[in-house]
C-alpha cells in the first residue's frame, strides 16, 4: 500500500497543473459549460487513479519481467540470440504503450480512419523492435552511440525528403508517444542486462544509456517509410467537434470502457505469453515470483483501462476546445503563453523527470545539482511548447526549421560531450514526453491548428511531441558540457572522455 500511495502522489503531482489550469480558464478565457467541466474532472479522476495502478503495476509485473529476460540474454552470450530477443520483445512490449495507443487512436479520428489505428501501433512497434536489435548488437561490439545516432538521423533526414508532410509530423510524434511508461523501464531494465555482458563495470553503465534513443529513431523511419510506400491519396484531417450539448457527465466513459478493454488485453497478451514461455524455459521462477508478476500485470491491466477511459472520455476533448477557442482570439499571445504555461508546469510534474534528474546528479557526484537540471528543463519544454504554437499561428514557419536545425545540434553535440551524458540526454526527450503530453497537450495543439487560419490539424497540430522530446537532448548535453569543463578544473576524475 505504501507503493501505492507514493504512485499516487506522483500522479497527483502530474495531472493537478494541469486540472488548475483549465479551472482557471474555464472560468476566465475559455468558458466550458458546467457538464463538460465536471466531465474533465471525472476525466482527470480516472487518469489519476489509473496511471496509479497501472505505475504500481510495471514495478511489479513488467519491470522484473524485463530485468529477467535481460539477465537472460546475457547468459546466453550468443548474438543471435541477442538480436532474435531484441526483435520479439521489442515488438512486444511497443504494442503495449498507452502513449502509442493515444497518439495512434487521434491520427485515427483525424484522418477519418485513412490511417488505421493498428497499422501505426503494429508499423511503430516493428520500427522499434528492428532498433532495438541493433541497439543490443552496439552494446555487444562496444559501438559508439554518437557514431550510431549520426547514421540514424542521416537517414531520418534523407527520409524526410520523400515523406509527404502529412506523415513527417506524425513520425517524430511516433518516436516521443513510444518512450512511454511501459516502454522506458522494460527496455532500460534489458539494456542493463545485455551491458552485464562486458566485464569493464564503467563501460557498462555508459552504454546501459542510448538505448532508448536509438529505438526512437526505429519509430520515425518506420513510420516515414509507411508515409512514403502507403498508397493512401493525399490526406486531409479535421478534428471532431467536441460534444458541448450532451448533459451525461458518465455516458462517455461507460460507452467507451468495453472497447478499451479488449484493446488493452490485446496489447498485454504479448508480453504475457513471452513471460509463460521464458519461464517455462528459463526463467524457473518461483511460485511466489510468479504470483507477484501475475498480480502486477492485473494491475497494469486495470490501471491502463481506467488510465485510457478517462483520457478518451473527457481529459482530450476538453484540451483541443480550449487550444480551438485560444485561437480565435484576435491576440496569438493568448495561445502562445498558455502553450508555454502548460510546457513549463507539464515537465515539472512528470514522474519520470524525478528520476532522470536523480540519476544525473547521482552519476555526477552531485556536481550537476537537481534542481539546475529541472529548471533547465521546464525553460527548454516550455519554449518548446510555445514553439510549436508559433508553429501553428505561421503557414511559413515548417516544423523541420526547428527539428533539422536541432537534431543536426545534438548530433554534432554528441562529438564533444562526455559519452555517458550522450546516453542520458537522448533517452531523455521520452521522459520528457510523458502521459500528459501524450493526452492533454497534443490536444490542446490539434484544436489550435484546427482553429487557425491556413494550418493543418494532420502537418502543424502534429509534431508537439517531437518538439518536447529534442529540447532535453540540447539542454542535458549542455549540462554534460559544463560538467565536463568543470570537472577538468577541478582535476576530477569520472567521464570528461
Partial sequence: MEVLREKF???????????????VLNFTLTPLGTHLFIRFLAGALFI?????????????????????????????????IVVIAGLVLGFAISVAEPDLHILAQQVENITS??????SLVVVVS???????????????????????????????????????KEFLAISFDSSGATTGAVTVPFILALAI?????????????????????????GAIIAVMLMGIFSKTERLTGSLPAADTSSLSIMGPFAEKIPVIAAEVILALLPVVVIFAIFQKIS??????????????????????????????????????????????????????????????????????????????EEVTSGYVRRSLVMGTLSIGVGVAV???????????????????????????????????FVGIAFDSGGVASGPMTATFILAFAHGAADAAENASVLADGFGLIAMVALTPIIALQ?????????????GIEGYEE
Fill in 113 to 118: 480512419a485513412s490511417i488505421e489505428k493498428l
Fill in 386 to 420: 510555445a514553439l510549436a504554437m508559433v508553429n501553428i499561428l505561421s503557414p511559413q514557419i515548417k516544423l523541420w526549421h526547428f527539428l533539422l536545425p536541432g537534431y543536426v545540434l545534438s548530433i554534432a553535440m554528441s562529438y564533444y560531450v562526455p559519452r555517458l
Fill in 193 to 217: 542486462g545485455v551491458s552485464a555482458l562486458k566485464k569493464d563495470s564503467k563501460a557498462s553503465e555508459i552504454d546501459s544509456f542510448g538505448m532508448v534513443a536509438i529505438a526512437s529513431a
Fill in 126 to 164: 516493428a520500427g522499434i523492435a528492428l532498433m532495438l536489435s541493433l541497439g543490443f548488437v552496439r552494446i555487444v561490439y562496444n559501438v559508439p552511440l554518437n557514431k550510431i545516432l549520426t547514421c540514424l538521423y542521416t537517414i531520418v533526414f534523407l527520409l524526410a525528403y520523400f515523406t509527404p
Fill in 478 to 490: 549542455i549540462l554534460g558540457a559544463a560538467f565536463q569543463i568543470k570537472s577538468k578544473k577541478g
Fill in 48 to 80: 489519476v487513479v489509473g496511471l496509479s495502478i497501472f505505475l504500481l503495476g510495471v514495478d511489479i509485473g513488467i519491470t522484473p519481467i524485463g530485468n529477467q529476460m535481460g539477465a537472460s540474454i546475457a547468459k546466453t552470450n550468443k548474438l543471435w
Fill in 283 to 360: 526463467f524457473k521462477l518461483s511460485k511466489k515470483a510468479v504470483r507477484r508478476i501475475v498480480t502486477g500485470l492485473i494491475f497494469a491491466f486495470v490501471g491502463l483501462v481506467l488510465f485510457l477511459t478517462g483520457v478518451n472520455g473527457g481529459f482530450m476533448e476538453v484540451g483541443s476546445l480550449i487550444g480551438r477557442r485560444l485561437a480565435l482570439f484576435d491576440s496569438d499571445l493568448y495561445l502562445v503563453s498558455v502553450g508555454f504555461i502548460l510546457g513549463l508546469v507539464t515537465i515539472l510534474a512528470e514522474p519520470a523527470v524525478y528520476v532522470l534528474t536523480h540519476q544525473v
Fill in 9 to 23: 502522489r506522483e500522479v497527483v503531482l502530474a495531472v493537478l497543473p494541469i486540472t488548475l489550469i483549465v479551472s
